[in-house]
């Protein structure tokens, strides 16, 4: 069972599904409360160092960046010519790193706003439901839009492994940084008393400012993203190994 900790924008009744280029996935056949605990009790991030180094954009590119958030707002950030880049945040109801990060994600949210780089919170266990989400938005009084990807295929599309994990993507879609918010947690379950870094923050100035970001890859810590097992999507669609 997923360890919870804090608490997520306003309750709304409609019963709307994220809604990207692929519409909405279904609920993967074979996923237990088991594979949940072992994805989630499982701490470490990305394959890369804790001290990354810069390795150049990672492109994402040929991705409609449309979709509908959990009270049915339509987005279509990069449709404003204003907009510079957008920052995607994947998070879960019940993980206690990326829900001790609300309160740091909303003052950002509100902040780059201004700035012209929105933000977007994005659940993508397939397990989590609309009305779930709606409450966790309300009960962390959440600023950024939040996006329900029950068939993970914006997870997919940007590689995304942990929550939370941060990504910075740009108008052409390509990932400019990706990986923690800070360097709060060393590790799970080893915080320090304040962060030495504010990797996603230095990214986006960086951008913003036009200058090299610092390192465009850090190591987030938090909980696994759910994946269905290979044997779990045999099952939803009916495949045998005969």
Known sequence: MRISNHPFVPAASCMLVFCLLTGCGTRPAGSTQADKSQSSDSVVADSTDENAVDT???????????????????HDPFADPATKAMVLVFITTDCPIANYYQPTLARMTDEFAA??????????????????????????????????????????????????EAFLINREGET??????????????????????????????????GEPIPSNVTRAVGCYIPYPKPQDSAASTGSTDE
């Open 115 to 164: 700035r012209e780089v929105p933000f977007f919170l994005c659940h993508s266990d397939p397990d989590t439901e609309m009305t779930t989400a709606i409450q966790h938005a309300k009960d962390f009084q959440t600023k950024a839009a939040v996006l329900l990807d029950n068939n993970q295929a914006i997870a997919k599309h940007v590689d995304a492994k942990m929550t939370p």
């Open 56 to 74: 150049g954009e990672i492109a994402i590119a040929d991705f409609d960046w449309k979709f509908s958030d959990i009270h049915g707002t339509s």
């Open 176 to 209: 400019l940084y990706r990986g923690r918010i800070d360097d709060l947690y060393a590790d799970y379950g080893k915080r320090r008393s304040a962060p030495k870094t504010h990797d996603l923050r230095d990214a986006i100035e960086a951008f913003i400012a």
